[in-house]
């Protein structure tokens, strides 16, 4: 649903205008990977080669766990392709912060446990019940989900 999401272009556009010259700089790529019949993508706004650092740019004022999940997914998603040694910088403009984020071994065995979950939700007969979560707000799933509601 991320091409449709509002709040993901707004990420895009919130990289873009505060760090204008990246976006000239750096690449734009998509990853794909097959784990456990699963098909595995992750698309990277701003993916410096050189470095092998992916940047990430988040609007709020915190920070979150899910933040650094969502770059170690990707980092994951570059070791599944052969690339080792990617790292990640979340760049929090409105906190003036950076994390660095690491990709571990109890990461990639956490990431390799949950996948198969998922395998499982994807072939269920119906969707998972709504979270009814402050997070759903900001999720691109959210018009799917609450399409009864909106
Ligand atoms: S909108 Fe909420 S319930 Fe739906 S996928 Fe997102 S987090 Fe889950």
């Given at each position: 649903m991320e091409h449709t999401s509002a709040i993901v272009y707004d990420g895009k556009l919130l990289h873009e205008t505060s760090y204008a010259q990246r976006a000239e700089k750096y690449q734009e790529i998509e990853l794909t990977a097959i784990y456990q019949n699963v098909s595995l993508t992750g698309k990277i706004d701003f993916y410096n080669a050189k470095e092998k650092i992916i940047h990430e740019t988040k609007r709020g004022k915190t920070t979150e766990d899910a933040h650094e999940w969502q770059v170690k997914f990707y980092i994951w998603l570059f070791t599944l392709n052969g690339i080792e040694g990617v790292t990640g910088k979340i760049e929090y403009p409105k906190l003036r912060k950076t994390t660095t984020v690491f990709f571990t071994e109890p990461d990639r065995v956490y990431l390799e446990e949950i996948v198969p979950n998922i395998s499982a939700f994807i072939q269920q007969d119906k969707c998972p019940p709504?979270?009814?979560?402050?997070i759903c707000k900001k999720c691109a799933y959210y018009e799917l989900c609450y399409i009864d509601e909106v």
């Amino acid at each position: 649903m991320e091409h449709t999401s509002a709040i993901v272009y707004d990420g895009k556009l919130l990289h873009e205008t505060s760090y204008a010259q990246r976006a000239e700089k750096y690449q734009e790529i998509e990853l794909t990977a097959i784990y456990q019949n699963v098909s595995l993508t992750g698309k990277i706004d701003f993916y410096n080669a050189k470095e092998k650092i992916i940047h990430e740019t988040k609007r709020g004022k915190t920070t979150e766990d899910a933040h650094e999940w969502q770059v170690k997914f990707y980092i994951w998603l570059f070791t599944l392709n052969g690339i080792e040694g990617v790292t990640g910088k979340i760049e929090y403009p409105k906190l003036r912060k950076t994390t660095t984020v690491f990709f571990t071994e109890p990461d990639r065995v956490y990431l390799e446990e949950i996948v198969p979950n998922i395998s499982a939700f994807i072939q269920q007969d119906k969707c998972p019940p709504i979270l009814h979560s402050k997070i759903c707000k900001k999720c691109a799933y959210y018009e799917l989900c609450y399409i009864d509601e909106v």
